[in-house]
């Protein structure tokens, strides 16, 4: 879960970017700037980012307030899952990515796959929709979503990206180093086993 000053800003952050989106009265917009300002100084007093770094962060966010969607793509080959390995952080995640305008979930997944590994793939089955800040991963400043599909291997080979320099598939009891914020060693402990029982129902929340 959240800490309590993480969901104090994402929610003032969302009533002021609401509040923009919406009203025209010259006063309302002065103080939805105010209630903006003081959710970055919330984020910039726990996180030890600069606060004009936050408030540029928050004030890109336009339109009305909706969480952000991830998807990531669970590829097994045998008894082993395909990684990447991310460029930012050295760690492994299974691939994907923030979803397209345009695209379905599923398209997205698929795009993404290609991108990072170099593996032509087809989503088959969901397998969760999760709400990331209660699933283990590290704070963040906005609300995420984040879609987990299985994907059957269809074709290619593997090959780096601009984002990763490594792709590899891993048994379940060789998992490397992971990148915490994609994914996590629960979630794809999980995603072995749903492999193993292609009957259970995708998960959510």
């Known amino acids: 879960m959240n800490p309590n000053w993480l969901t104090w800003s994402q929610k003032l952050q969302s009533l002021a970017q609401n509040g923009l989106a919406y009203t025209t009265n010259s006063f309302d917009i002065e103080r939805y700037h105010a209630i903006r300002e003081i959710a970055s100084e919330i984020m910039a007093a726990y996180t030890g980012v600069a606060p004009e770094q936050i408030r540029d962060l928050f004030a890109a966010e336009i339109g009305h307030a909706t969480p952000k969607v991830d998807v990531r793509g669970a590829v097994f080959q045998g008894d082993a899952i395909l990684l990447v390995r991310e460029r930012s952080d050295g760690r492994w995640t299974l691939p994907g990515g923030w979803a397209d305008t345009n695209e379905s979930p599923a398209e997205s997944v698929v795009r993404e796959i290609f991108e990072e590994s170099g593996y032509r793939t087809q989503a088959t089955r969901l397998l969760a929709a999760y709400d990331r800040s209660k699933h283990g991963h590290p704070p963040h400043a906005f609300t995420i979503y984040k879609l987990f599909f299985q994907c059957e291997l269809v074709s290619g080979e593997a090959a780096l990206s601009i984002e990763t320099d490594g ?22 402990a999980r995603f072995f086993a749903m492999y193993r029982h292609p009957e259970w129902p995708a998960d959510f929340d």
């Open 167 to 188: 792709v590899d598939f891993f048994p379940e009891d060789r998992i490397p180093d992971l990148s915490l914020g994609r994914v996590t060693a629960t979630q794809v």
